[in-house]
């Protein structure tokens, strides 16, 4: 069993900045895939960023430049580092991560509960 864990929403101004974390905990074997999708009220979850096999990073379009995604594998974290914040990026911010654990043979896909982030003068 696993567990991820999202924190450092909050209430910024335009063009502010936020950074975002997120932790996976439990008996991990392997993490992969793990990233950031945020819905907006009203909108679908979408992608944000994220690392896939191979370290590759995946950004959508809407936050290429912006933000920046980065990890420690060692505490099993990932950031996301939020600057030039638009109204627009206000959403829920969600945590995702493909884990295997000592207890299971399969990959689970988890998803944490989610962290608020408004962009409002």
């Known amino acids: 069993q696993a567990h991820v864990a999202e924190s450092g929403g909050g209430l910024v101004e335009p063009g502010g900045s936020l950074r975002l974390s997120c932790t996976a905990s439990?008996?991990?074997?392997?993490?992969?895939?793990m990233g950031w999708y945020r819905q907006a009220p009203g909108k679908q979850r979408e992608l944000v960023a994220r690392?896939?096999?191979?370290?590759?990073?995946n950004y959508a379009n809407s936050v290429k430049g912006r933000f920046t995604i980065s990890r420690d594998n060692a505490k099993n974290t990932v950031y996301l580092q939020m600057n030039s914040l638009k109204p627009e990026d206000t959403a829920v911010y969600y945590c995702?991560?493909?884990?295997?654990?000592?207890?299971?043979?399969?990959?689970?896909?988890?998803w944490g509960q989610g962290t608020q982030v408004i962009v409002s003068s």
């Open positions: 995702n991560a493909d884990i295997r654990t000592s207890d299971r043979v399969t990959t689970i896909n988890y």
């Open positions: 439990g008996n991990i074997l392997s993490i992969y895939n």
């Open positions: 690392f896939i096999r191979g370290g590759i990073t």
